[in-house]
């Protein structure tokens, strides 16, 4: 994996690749930035989901494969990896999910104008609430799908991995009852996605949701 950075702070600065083995991340390699170029080396015998790391921030995943030349692109406005027909769908889909964040962070900026304009408060508040829900409504289509149509290889599980790391601890939602019904048998045998399921199911069964919540069956599929 080359490495080409244009970033003047991460100079002198060392990157660790992470992978998740047994819910724990542990460092795969590690190397300095000089100049701009960094590298790792080594050998993988599957895919696999990596995170690149600078202490302890995350810069970015992407996914390591047998006997692939990967490169690595740091630039300030946008950080991707080119060299795989995975990474390459991984990519378009962060650039996707990006847009619609930029489209969600830009509602405010919205709000400002519109009161400099003379709008009506109540209707800026219903054109912004609509504008939010309907970019929440694409936002979670395009991770269901996303996951749901990756879910035979290591994309559908480290993009589920990446979604529900955000919660405080594992539960069940709609969206992941969707997913969980759509999903491959490869993707419910997972590691991650099984021990998350359990554990969602026995905090939702603790919160007096009962104890019918679909958890999904490694041995069937859709």
């Given amino acids: 994996v080359e490495g080409n950075s244009t970033i ?14 047994d819910s724990d ?3 795969v390699d590690s190397c300095d930035v000089l100049h701009g170029k960094f590298s790792f080396s080594g050998e993988v015998d599957s895919m696999v989901m990596v995170n690149l790391f600078m202490g302890n921030e995350c810069l970015m995943p992407f996914v390591l494969g047998p006997e692939e030349d990967l490169v690595i692109h740091l630039e300030s406005a946008r950080q991707y990896v080119t060299g795989s027909a995975l990474n390459d769908t991984l990519y378009n889909f962060i650039q996707a999910k990006t847009r619609l964040d930029n489209e969600l962070a ?19 508040t219903l054109r ?33 991995m990446i979604m529900t790391s955000g919660y405080p601890y594992p539960v069940m ?9 759509k999903v491959s048998a490869t993707f419910k045998a997972n590691d991650y996605v099984r ?3 359990e554990m969602a199911k026995e905090n939702m069964k603790q919160m007096g949701y009962g104890s019918d919540i679909p958890v999904g069956d490694s041995s069937q599929s859709e």
Avoid: W
Avoid at 119 to 124: N, P
Avoid at 173 to 181: A, D, L, R, W
């Fill in 8 to 21: 003047s702070e991460l100079d002198g600065k060392k990157l660790y690749l992470k992978a998740f083995c």
């Fill in 128 to 160: 912004l609430n609509d504008e939010a829900n309907r970019l929440a409504v694409m936002h979670d289509r395009l991770v269901t799908d996303f996951i749901v149509d990756n879910s035979d290889n290591v994309l559908g599980p480290g993009v589920f």
């Fill in 195 to 197: 021990k998350y399921m």
């Fill in 173 to 181: 939602t709609p969206q992941i009852e969707e997913i969980m019904s």
């Fill in 106 to 124: 830009e509602l405010p900026h919205k709000e400002t104008q519109m009161i400099m304009d003379g709008v009506d408060e109540d209707i800026i």
């Fill in 25 to 27: 991340l542990v460092n």
